[in-house]
DNA sequence: CAGTGAGCGAGCTTCCGCTTGACTT
């Protein structure tokens, strides 16, 4: 037995360490937090301190048992979570739940994972900090408070199970008020006017004016000037510009950039990220460092030193500026820089590129560019033709990296973004008009965010954790407050104006515009909530609110503040207020609009947000005859639906009329419109409107839908009906008596005989394990009783 | 997934941060 137990956060660093310390040392892993508090209670005593009730969660339990045992048999344990205010409440609830001892417990930490570093932290052991795991269970208490008070809040004037706290509700608010700048925006028409010259040799010269036209005839005016007129060269500008790299990658500027060059989504970079940590390709992905490790900064120089030379070598040193970073570990970078390529999935290979070359590059001198302007008068008016060109006189970093930005995604580089070489001028020199164009341009409404744009000003705003950014995105997605984008765009057409041999002519063009694929979007729900949130609680919705109690937070860390003090100082006040906002009686429900009344029976019709969802409702409930309720559509919103809209609605559910006897019925449901015949449901596609869809249109749904269905069944046989090989999402297989079965690879679904099938389902390792493990767990504890 | 919803009613929902599972029938 080892006489010594490390206890780390992670299995994966676990192993790593294990390969350092030796058979002396057993290197086991907490996985994160051991002990919380309880997850469907509030588990706070109010009245006494706000004492903390931890439990070990029920997934948990086996391991803490398992770390107890080898804790026992060591001489000495070793806490090595990570420094920072988490990592040292699970030093703190381990040195708890485990029952150690205070004189054989050492708390060490490292922020990288180097053989010196960890030999260096074994030689400086220190005590649990008790200052900061106050500080974390001000945090946690803090959060439950929030979190628990106002949610039930929400259930209560909104509808139920609909959730708020200090992150999500912040990142809520980011995207509903971006949403209403863009409902407020009004685009406005402009001419852009560029050009083409000719500098001696026919070498064209692109250039662009110095000045927008608001109207059509402006821009008409200077073309129909230039058909004869002098350009000549005014003045050149020419100076050195430098270029610097990005600093290595944090989760958050990983998530970014996988977001713009690869289209990953927050999630899906952190699964890839994940496992290029678990095959020891990279260093660990949640990490708000850009700081690396000088042995990394070593072979990384090296690196470049071999591969491109001295010169493209700069050695930084980074440091990490961003609100409330805590820095337990390293930035994301290759394990082995060495490494240029790895196997895996494409995803890993192209995430590992990236985050390789981004690594490089941080450590890659500067790129020296000559950036050259050539201003150019137009005889006869005011304004000028600028030429712009760029050289590049040495690439540096360029030569492996070059990071993109948001503006990027918008820009249209076609239109005149792009930079070039300009060929040789001089001042006095004259040139001649090749062509020259005016177009029309629309202002832009502002972007809506993309998962990885929100990440970005969440951590701008010091909201959230690495580990906490993928989870919110899909925690406001979860609760319906926020939707990604399906919207493509809609055509737009602009005209063009072009001046060319003399002759001015004018023609059509159409853009895309609006082309909203996977940005986020706020629903009805979110926007009413954001809006009730923002109105009631606006301490807690404030973009501040994090920034404030975090240095509240660093004082306890610091030892200035009892941490009870300062959670009984926010919770009078939040308290207060949560009482004062339930005891409101709102004349209308929150988010409540009157749309006017129905011409035909006089009744009100107002549109709110019903338990499931946005409804419209004909009539009041003080009301005789009950008041009537309709589902809004899809594509259909409270805050934007008009009187006629909303009355449609009601018009549902439309006959058709029969077919095979059986009526064919027309309706709106919570999935959508649909088509309902004999007891069978089809959705309306959604190029198809359930106003205007007929009866020859309804009657080829239902027949392709019987179709489609057949398909899912490959095959049965007479002998056991209860034995199917049926078609799913993931491929073929066999369902038996209500479970399914996997099919082997190597054999073929259509060509199963009834006795394969029942060998398959023989054999138990086919078979699919439940959906919910909690059920698989139960019923295997109920046979050993 | 399943096509509902004004009212007596029971009981449920929910936070943020650490960490990986087991799973693609």
Redesign the pocket.
């Known amino acids: 037995m080892a006489e010594n137990l490390v206890i780390v956060?992670?299995?994966?660093?676990a192993k790593t360490i294990q390969k350092f310390l030796g058979k002396d040392y057993k290197v086991m892993?907490s996985?994160?937090?051991v002990r919380?508090?309880e997850?469907?209670?509030?588990s706070i005593d109010i009245n006494n301190g706000f004492e903390p009730m931890y439990v070990i969660p029920e997934d948990k339990v086996s391991l803490v048992a398992e770390l107890k045992k080898a804790s026992k048999s060591a001489k000495t344990v070793w806490l090595a979570s990570?420094e920072?205010?988490?990592?040292e409440a699970?030093a703190w609830h381990l040195s708890q739940v485990l029952d150690l001892k205070k004189e054989n417990t050492k708390r060490i930490v490292f922020h990288e994972i180097t053989k010196p570093a960890i030999l260096a932290a074994i030689e400086n052991p220190r005590d649990i900090d008790e200052n900061l795991v106050d500080a974390q269970q001000a945090?946690?208490v803090l959060?439950?408070i929030?979190?628990?008070?106002?949610?039930?809040v929400l259930?209560k004037k909104i509808?139920?199970?609909?959730?708020?706290?200090?992150?999500?509700?912040v990142a809520v608010r980011l995207i509903a008020e971006r949403e209403m700048e863009i409902r407020n925006f009004k685009s406005e028409q402009y001419y852009r006017v560029s050009s083409e010259l000719l500098a001696a040799g026919d070498d064209v010269v692109p250039c662009e004016l110095n000045k927008r036209f608001a109207e059509r005839e402006q821009a008409i005016e200077l073309l129909e000037h230039c058909k004869d007129t002098t350009f000549t060269v005014d003045d050149i500008q020419v100076k050195p510009v430098k270029k610097s790299p990005a600093p290595p990658f944090t989760t958050s500027t990983l998530q970014q950039e996988a977001s713009r060059k690869l289209g990953f989504s927050v999630a899906q970079t952190m699964r890839v990220a994940?496992s290029l940590?678990?095959s020891g390709h990279i260093t660990?992905m949640?990490t708000d460092s850009v700081n690396l490790s000088s042995l990394a900064i070593g072979t990384i120089s090296n690196e470049i030193k071999e591969t491109l030379g001295e010169k493209y070598l700069k050695v930084r040193k980074w440091h990490t500026s961003s609100k409330g970073a805590?820095e337990a570990h390293e930035a994301i970078r290759p394990t082995f820089i060495g490494n240029h390529d790895i196997n895996g999935t494409a995803q890993e290979k192209k995430l590992y590129n990236l985050i390789w070359k981004r690594t490089i590059a941080s450590q890659m001198a500067d790129a020296q560019l000559e950036k050259t302007q050539v201003d150019i008068s137009i005889a006869g008016r005011p304004e000028l033709l600028i030429a712009n060109g760029e050289v590049v006189k040495f690439d540096g970093f360029l030569k492996v990296y070059f990071e993109t930005s948001d503006e990027d995604d918008n820009r249209n580089m076609a239109a005149g973004g792009e930079l070039h070489m300009l060929p040789p001028m001089e001042v006095g020199q004259q040139l001649n008009l090749k062509e020259m164009t005016a177009t029309q341009r629309f202002t832009q409404q502002p972007n809506r965010y993309s998962e990885a744009m929100l990440v970005k000003r969440l951590e701008e705003l010091g909201?959230?954790?690495?580990?906490?950014y993928a989870?919110?995105i899909s925690?406001i997605q979860a609760?319906d407050y926020v939707v990604k984008g399906e919207s493509k765009g809609v055509k737009r057409a602009f005209e063009q104006i072009t001046l060319k041999g003399a002759k001015i002519s004018t023609k059509s063009k159409n853009e895309l515009v609006g082309n909203e694929k996977g940005k986020l979007i706020p629903t009805d729900v979110g926007m009413v909530v954001n809006d009730f949130l923002t109105k009631y609680f606006p301490q807690i919705l404030d973009y501040n609110f994090?920034a404030k109690v975090e240095s509240e937070f660093d004082d306890i860390a610091e030892g200035k503040r009892k941490w009870n003090d300062e959670i009984q100082e926010f919770y009078d006040d939040f308290h207060k207020n949560i009482e004062e906002v339930s005891a409101l009686r709102l004349e209308h429900?929150v988010g409540e609009r009157m749309l006017g009344n129905d011409p035909a029976t006089g009744k009100p019709v107002s549109v709110k947000i019903?338990?499931?969802?946005p409804?419209v409702?004909l009539g009041?409930?003080d009301d005789a005859d009950?008041?009537r309720?309709?589902?809004l559509m899809k594509n259909q919103s409270v805050a934007t639906i008009t009187l006629e809209e909303a009355l449609k609605l009601f018009d549902m559910p439309r006959n058709l009329g029969l077919y095979e006897h059986e009526e064919i019925q027309v309706?709106i449901?919570?999935?959508?419109?649909?088509v309902k015949h004999a007891g069978k449901?089809v959705?309306i596609p959604k190029e198809m409107s359930p106003y205007s869809i007929t009866f020859d249109e309804a009657v080829q749904l239902i027949v392709s839908n019987r179709e489609s269905k057949a398909k899912k069944i490959l095959k049965t046989f007479a002998e056991e009906p209860e034995m199917q090989v049926l078609n799913?999402?993931?491929?073929a297989?066999?369902?038996y008596q209500g479970k399914?079965?996997?099919?082997p690879k190597k054999m073929e679904a259509e060509k199963l005989t009834l006795d394969d099938c029942r060998a398959i389902v023989a054999d138990e390792s086919?078979a699919?394990?439940g959906?919910k493990?909690t059920a698989?767990r139960r019923r295997a504890t109920t046979k050993k009783s």
Do not use: M
């Open positions: 956060e992670s299995p994966a660093k892993s996985y994160g937090h919380d508090l997850k469907k209670d509030f990570d920072d205010r988490e990592g699970i945090r946690r959060d439950r929030v979190g628990f008070e106002l949610s039930p259930w509808k139920p199970a609909l959730s708020a706290g200090r992150v999500q509700s994940q940590y678990e660990y949640r805590q909201i959230g954790r690495p580990s906490t989870p919110t925690t609760r994090t429900k019903g338990r499931y969802g409804l409702q009041s409930t009950k008041p309720f309709a589902s309706a449901g919570r999935f959508g419109p649909y449901f959705s799913g999402r993931y491929g297989y066999i369902s399914n079965y996997r099919i086919n699919s394990k959906t493990r698989g």
